[in-house]
């Protein structure tokens, strides 16, 4: 049966659901968002002599939900643009319209009764084929399908999104028996390919994958901080980006999600797996219990093992539960050796390794919990699940890891961790044993190209499936790469086509990122069809490397800063006049000179987490790398009559000069970043450089002929100049920006009006380029300028001055 999803139905308001609704309406869905009706008036309802039979009384729930989840930040949507296809309404009177609608996600409490209560209503009004599915966290799937007609079992699975769903990459899909097995590949596909997620199929077994796992994890640690006396900033430290964890590591994390949600999955796990090894850990230790008892919940609650309070000076501050008094105090700085001996270790696995082979307690911490933590997930095979493969990408798309529980594994060394982890008390799984006692050491390996997984059932190695969609350069690295530098390896990846990788810090760009650039544009001319830029790190590009501007500036190098702007302005201009199709592939943060090679491509294909943005303002300069002249050549073929050319000028400048930085792929082109027919939008991330090598076959097999530099940019000259020294002036005398901010926004200025011209005027590129390179070297010798790029480059924040 062919499925086509034009309109969906998601019943339940709540938090999970009034995103769900908006992740729907992002990827172009019409969605009806359905909650209860209210059976009381509020006071303020009253007053205005409604009546519980009014539309806005009865939509009350489901409006105030839906505003409320727009509200958050981060936001659940790409742009204000997609709530228009979001319809509200309630339970009463609106549940005859799902029959409209090709998918129903049910999304209300988690009660079993009221859900099938739900699936009463459902029943009564969906056309027999309509897809049903529940996001649910924990009640077995097959419960709810019971006494459901044999059309609703075959359309009937469960669909668990991650809190918040445009952001956590995670589908867990869990079918019943009674499940049709179309209604399965569909879900897990469309996932994929539209909803931009990571699709797990899970059994239908207590808390599914993720939770199963992550929550497992997060108990031990609970269990261990007692045992190695640790506290919650030794813990939070020693479990998060260094690990390859996320920044809010345990505790943050458990105060963001809730302690009740972590409690309440904790308590069924205990309740409902009377056979797991690890059963005892899922009981609440001492000070959880008392925490619970107190309501200390986390941020829900205004405390949990953070506290945020004002001091005397009335300057924020967060204090950490101490675990022992379970009194708050000022946090602690954390020093650890192993830590030091990891940070100048940009490899994940290799960090790995010093944390295993570490003699103080967050080495200690580590080999506890990582041993615990594979004894616990090789015994979850078969029970959760059959691959292994599955557990790896439920925790890296639901919990936000780097490395699953087996690539972890494999990155210590499976043989000296099984010795390991006797020594600390825990045991794997037979099926471990006898696959080493097969000679096999790893749980994956790269074969041609492929990922391949170690299938227990076989006890062979098979191709991860899926995956034969992607390209993942950590599998290519090896045998295709055709040249390379210190920042960039540029990769073979098939078919004509050649990819550009960075592997910076950061993926800034420097001396060896241009060069790679410019040879691997000389290798496609020469060999090639075209060029993708892109990477698998995680941020495209955090723009320029400052640190070298700022050196070349106190040095007074000016020469030596003049060439290197040259270069990189040149560089841009090279992606756009090559004689082959050039494709940025962007994700994450595409910042400055990021930003500016988008500007410059033939085509950019981004990732829908895309966060574009020339924010060189922050650090007292302009656009240097060509965005500003592209700034200019945009408005240019914007102009109109004088009126809309000032519009125009006026909000082109305000987006360099704000620094704006959009917030989803979407909202770049709203921006003025991205030009219609030049960008399309991969909802997979894991997708985006299949896509952008597509698209840039595409263009060579069309016949792509280099375009030819412009000589026609129309600027305003002093008329714009005008509008832009009163508008600087006017903000600095109200105090909205300062003398260094009202300097950068007057060269600016001068550079998008091209100069003191006595009139609009035709200009080359090449003349904007000068005028931009003259201005950015201007700026980069101003004192206040170079503290900006100090506190960039010390602090991690923007200083205005």
Partial sequence: MKRTIKKVAVLGSGIMGSRIACHFANIGAEVLLLDIAPKELLEEEKAKGLTTADAKVRNRIVDAALQTAVKTNPSPVYSKKVLSRITTGNFDDDMVRIRDCDWVVEVVVENLDIKKKVFDQVEQHRRPGTLITSNTSGIPIHLMAEGRSDDFKA?????????????????????????????????????????????????????????????????????????????????????????????????????????????????????????????????????????????????????????????????SEILALDLKTLEYKPQQKVKSATLEMTKPVENLRERMRIFAAGKDKAAELFRHSSFGLFAYVSDRIPEISDELYRIDDAMRAGFGWELGPFELWDAIGLSASVEGMQTYGHQPAAWVRQMLEQGHDTFYKVEDGRKKYYDVATASYQPVPGTEAFIVLDNLRQNKTVWKNSGVSVIDIGDGIVNVEFHTKMNTIGGDV????????????????????????????????????????????????????????????????????????????????????????????????????????????????????????????????????????????????????????????????????????????????????????????????????????????????????????????????????????????????????????????????????????????????????????????????
């Fill in 514 to 801: 241009i060069q790679g650039i410019n040879k691997a544009i000389d290798l496609a001319e020469k060999d090639f069809q075209g060029v993708v830029i892109g990477n698998d790190g995680a941020n495209f590009s955090a723009g320029a490397n400052v640190g070298m501007i700022f050196m070349m500036a106190v040095e007074q190098e000016w020469d030596e800063l003049n060439m290197a702007i040259r270069a990189f302005q040149n560089t841009s201009m090279r992606l756009r006049y090559s004689s082959i199709p050039v494709v940025v592939a962007a994700h994450n943060l595409t910042l400055g000179g990021g930003c500016e090679f988008s500007l410059h491509a033939d085509h950019v294909q981004l990732s829908a987490e895309t966060y574009m943005g020339l924010v060189e303002f922050g650090v007292g300069v302009i656009p240097g790398g060509g965005g500003t002249k592209e700034f200019a050549l945009r408005a240019s073929d914007e102009l109109k009559d004088d009126q809309i050319a000032q519009n125009t000028l006026k909000e082109r400048f305000l987006t360099i000069g704000m620094a704006k930085v959009s917030t989803s792929g979407e909202e770049a082109f709203e921006l003025g970043y991205l030009q219609k027919g030049k960008y399309a939008i991969t909802m997979n991330r894991s997708r985006l450089l299949a896509d952008a090598k597509a698209k840039a076959l595409e263009l060579a097999d069309a016949g792509y002929t280099k375009p030819v530099q412009r000589n026609d940019i129309r600027v305003l000259g002093k008329q714009g100049l005008g509008i832009v020294y009163a508008g600087a002036n006017s903000m600095y005398a109200g105090n909205y920006i300062s003398a260094h901010d009202k300097k950068i926004s007057e060269k600016l200025g001068y550079v998008l009006c091209g100069g003191d011209l006595s009139s609009p005027t035709e200009v080359t590129e090449q003349y904007l380029l000068d005028l931009e390179r003259e201005a950015f070297l201007s700026l980069a010798g101003e004192r206040k300028s170079l503290e900006r790029i100090q506190s960039i480059i010390t602090k991690g924040k923007p200083l205005r001055n």
């Fill in 155 to 315: 359309n009937f699975c469960g669909t668990h999104f991650f809190n918040p769903p445009r952001y956590l990459r995670l589908l867990e899909i869990i079918p019943t028996a009674f499940t049709d097995a179309g209604v399965v590949a569909f879900l897990m596909e469309y996932g994929d390919k539209f909803l931009g997620k990571t699709t797990v199929r899970c059994k239908d077994t207590p808390a599914f994958i993720a939770n199963r796992v992550g929550v497992y994890s997060i108990m031990a640690l609970l269990h261990l901080v007692e045992k190695l006396d640790l506290t919650v900033e030794e813990v939070d430290k020693f479990t998060g980006p260094a690990l390859g964890r996320p920044k809010s590591a345990t505790f943050r994390t458990s105060d963001v999600v809730g302690l009740d949600t972590m409690i309440k999955v904790a308590k069924g796990l205990y309740d409902n797996c009377p056979d797991d090894k690890a059963r005892d850990l899922f009981k609440l230790p001492d000070f959880v219990q008392k925490m619970e008892e107190n309501n200390w919940l986390g941020d829900k609650t205004g405390q949990g093992f953070y506290k945020k309070i004002k001091g005397a000076d009335g300057k």
